[in-house]
């Protein structure tokens, strides 16, 4: 294995560790991270930009074939505009709005409790915003 991907390994195996503490996590064929918090299924995957920068990306599936109304758009690129952990994505398919949250940052020599506290923030934010915007499809659908 070379240097990168055994770095690369390690920093998942970390951030394994650090979000155990909260939710079951299974590791994939490809080494990444995946998991569910409260029906928002999030995936963790590590990358090495350059010499002494890897990052963690954690990308969450917030909702999916939501009603294609302009006003939850709206609503959810307001949500992306207040947001400080994560990009929100909102993708117009043939079934409706489907909304993402991602979130990368170096995750060199971040110790198991603050990582596990930042990936949670993100994880948690991901969730909110999940009861949010089917709450307010529910109220769009009435």
């Known amino acids: 294995m070379s240097t990168e991907a055994t770095h690369t390994a390690e920093l998942l195996a970390n951030a394994k560790e650090a979000l155990e503490r909260y939710i079951e996590v299974h590791?994939?064929?490809?080494?990444?991270?995946?998991?569910?918090?409260s029906d928002v299924p999030c995936a963790v995957q590590a990358v090495r930009l350059a010499e002494g920068l890897t990052v963690l990306s954690l990308t969450c599936v917030v909702a999916?074939?939501?009603p294609d109304d302009p006003s939850l758009a709206a609503s959810a690129a307001e949500r992306a505009g207040q947001g400080l952990f994560g990009t929100?994505?909102?993708?117009?398919?043939?079934?409706g709005?489907?909304?993402?949250?991602?979130?990368?940052?170096?995750a060199d020599g971040?110790?198991?409790t603050p990582l596990g506290t930042l990936l949670m923030l993100v994880v948690s934010t991901?969730?909110?915003?999940?009861?949010?915007l089917l709450g307010m499809a529910d109220v769009e659908q009435q």
Request: aromatic letters at 10%; charged letters at 30%; hydrophobic letters at 40%.
């Open 97 to 106: 709005l489907d909304v993402t949250l991602r979130y990368a940052f170096p």
């Open 64 to 66: 999916w074939d939501l």
């Open 27 to 37: 590791v994939d064929d490809d080494g990444a991270l995946t998991f569910r918090h």
């Open 126 to 132: 991901a969730s909110q915003l999940r009861s949010d």
């Open 110 to 112: 971040l110790e198991e």
């Open 88 to 95: 929100l994505g909102v993708v117009h398919t043939e079934t």
